[in-house]
């Protein structure tokens, strides 16, 4: 039996990661779980799964949650984050905190010998090197959860990094696809959580909005699967059945695709290196009869330039590229500013930035806090 630790658990990926522990529980045993501040739905989950060890990152959640269970191990503040990630009753960690704050308990599973499945790019766009080296370091195992990545994680299997002669993430095109220019300019928060495919939190749901989001997978990919940028490429495919591709240098192309529903790779990173039973139905192909595939517009979605832009430059641009974006993207749903400001605020704040060599921890976390102020302040 596996045992599963989750930061991040009140999540869409968490709760899900729960339904696959609930769906094999033969196979799975939880025993700590993480989440930021939404303790009426945690506290339901640690009545139904008993873990071990539960964190909250917010204190003061943290404090009432354990006044509702005064028995039930508990630690607050990002230590508790960390303490649930490097638990040493836990074989595999789903890290699936959104945003920067999940960087360092992912590191802190790293540290300690565990299997990860990370469902937090941020983690690798702005600490990249660290987190590889790191793995590289402790030999365990860093397994995707992104379909994207996913998908062409499982399309590598057995396969030589050097016949790779491209990876081919797919993009649905976002809410935005066939809006018009006009259109754009008044786009609405409501508008921009209108994904056409997939249900995600906020925050990924209006970076699938600008395309950031798959420029942050760009980024992802190149630290994944060790390859240049010049071999990553993105397609629009508005139906999300195909994930992702992999063309070789014999021209022939694996893809992996299946029903748009992040149960299937979240399954396949829990159970790695097996396969067993999921929760969907078999594939309709009559259904799924119709695929298509367009280039993405870089000039209407510019944020998709502005993630090659920041990994061919590398240093710190794409860590600073990340926060400002964030601060920007929170800023556009609290109605602050307009859909167009985040590209050209961002653009306008990587412009400025002094590219600096990243070199620890310590250097991540201070350009990621100055990202965040100058981003406030545009």
Same mark, same amino acid.
């Given at each position: 039996m596996k045992r599963i630790a989750i930061l991040g658990s009140t999540g869409s990926i968490g709760e899900n990661s729960l339904n696959i522990a609930r769906h094999l %529980?033969? %196979? #799975?045993?939880?025993?700590?779980? $993480?989440? %930021?501040?939404?303790?009426? +739905?945690l506290e339901q989950q640690i009545r139904e799964f008993k873990p071990e060890l539960v964190a909250v990152y917010d204190k003061e959640q943290a404090h009432a949650l354990q006044r509702r269970l005064p028995n039930q191990q508990l630690v607050a503040g990002m230590e508790g984050l960390e303490a649930v990630a490097s638990y040493k009753n836990a074989d595999l960690v789903v890290s699936a905190i959104v945003g920067t704050t999940g960087l360092i308990p992912t590191l802190s599973a790293i540290r300690a010998g565990k299997d990860v499945g990370l469902a937090n790019k941020?983690?690798? !766009?702005?600490? /990249? $090197? @660290?987190?590889?080296?790191? +793995?590289?370091?402790? /030999?365990?195992?860093l397994i995707p959860i992104d379909s994207e990545h996913s998908a062409i994680f499982q399309c590598l299997n057995g396969e030589k990094t050097?016949? !790779?002669?491209?990876?081919?993430?797919?993009?649905?095109? /976002?809410? *935005?696809? @066939? #809006?018009?220019?006009?259109?754009?300019?008044?786009?609405? +928060?409501?508008?921009?959580?209108?994904?056409?495919?997939?249900?995600?939190?906020?925050?990924?749901?209006?970076?699938?909005?600008?395309?950031?989001?798959?420029? @942050?997978?760009?980024?992802?990919?190149?630290?994944? *699967?060790n390859l240049p940028i010049s071999k990553i490429e993105v397609v629009i495919h508005p139906q999300s059945i195909i994930h992702s591709m992999v063309e070789f240098v014999d021209y022939s192309i694996l893809a992996q695709m299946g029903e748009p529903n992040m149960k299937t790779p979240i399954q396949y990173a829990m159970t790695y290196p097996e396969r067993y039973p999921g929760l969907l139905q078999p594939f309709d192909f009559?259904?799924?009869?119709?695929?298509? #595939? #367009? &280039?993405?517009? %870089? &000039?209407? *979605?510019?944020?998709?330039?502005?993630?090659? &832009?920041?990994?061919?430059?590398? /240093?710190?641009?794409?860590?600073?590229?990340?926060?400002a974006n964030e601060v920007l993207v929170h800023r556009f749903l609290n109605q602050t500013i307009a859909w167009k400001d985040i590209a050209t605020k961002l653009e306008s704040l990587m412009l400025r930035h002094p590219v600096q060599k990243?070199?620890?921890?310590?250097?991540?976390?201070?350009i990621d806090s100055l990202a965040r102020q100058e981003a406030q302040e545009s």
């Amino acid at each position: 039996m596996k045992r599963i630790a989750i930061l991040g658990s009140t999540g869409s990926i968490g709760e899900n990661s729960l339904n696959i522990a609930r769906h094999l %529980k033969d %196979k #799975f045993q939880v025993t700590a779980l $993480a989440a %930021k501040a939404n303790i009426d +739905v945690l506290e339901q989950q640690i009545r139904e799964f008993k873990p071990e060890l539960v964190a909250v990152y917010d204190k003061e959640q943290a404090h009432a949650l354990q006044r509702r269970l005064p028995n039930q191990q508990l630690v607050a503040g990002m230590e508790g984050l960390e303490a649930v990630a490097s638990y040493k009753n836990a074989d595999l960690v789903v890290s699936a905190i959104v945003g920067t704050t999940g960087l360092i308990p992912t590191l802190s599973a790293i540290r300690a010998g565990k299997d990860v499945g990370l469902a937090n790019k941020e983690s690798l !766009v702005s600490g /990249g $090197a @660290l987190v590889m080296s790191l +793995v590289k370091e402790k /030999g365990v195992n860093l397994i995707p959860i992104d379909s994207e990545h996913s998908a062409i994680f499982q399309c590598l299997n057995g396969e030589k990094t050097a016949d !790779v002669r491209r990876i081919i993430l797919t993009s649905s095109g /976002g809410p *935005f696809r @066939l #809006f018009s220019d006009q259109q754009l300019n008044t786009a609405s +928060v409501n508008d921009a959580l209108r994904h056409p495919t997939w249900r995600m939190g906020p925050k990924v749901t209006i970076d699938s909005s600008t395309l950031m989001n798959k420029g @942050l997978e760009i980024i992802e990919a190149h630290w994944l *699967f060790n390859l240049p940028i010049s071999k990553i490429e993105v397609v629009i495919h508005p139906q999300s059945i195909i994930h992702s591709m992999v063309e070789f240098v014999d021209y022939s192309i694996l893809a992996q695709m299946g029903e748009p529903n992040m149960k299937t790779p979240i399954q396949y990173a829990m159970t790695y290196p097996e396969r067993y039973p999921g929760l969907l139905q078999p594939f309709d192909f009559i259904k799924n009869s119709k695929l298509e #595939f #367009f &280039q993405p517009d %870089k &000039q209407r *979605f510019r944020c998709l330039d502005l993630a090659y &832009q920041a990994i061919a430059t590398g /240093g710190s641009l794409p860590c600073y590229m990340n926060a400002a974006n964030e601060v920007l993207v929170h800023r556009f749903l609290n109605q602050t500013i307009a859909w167009k400001d985040i590209a050209t605020k961002l653009e306008s704040l990587m412009l400025r930035h002094p590219v600096q060599k990243i070199v620890s921890l310590e250097s991540v976390l201070a350009i990621d806090s100055l990202a965040r102020q100058e981003a406030q302040e545009s």
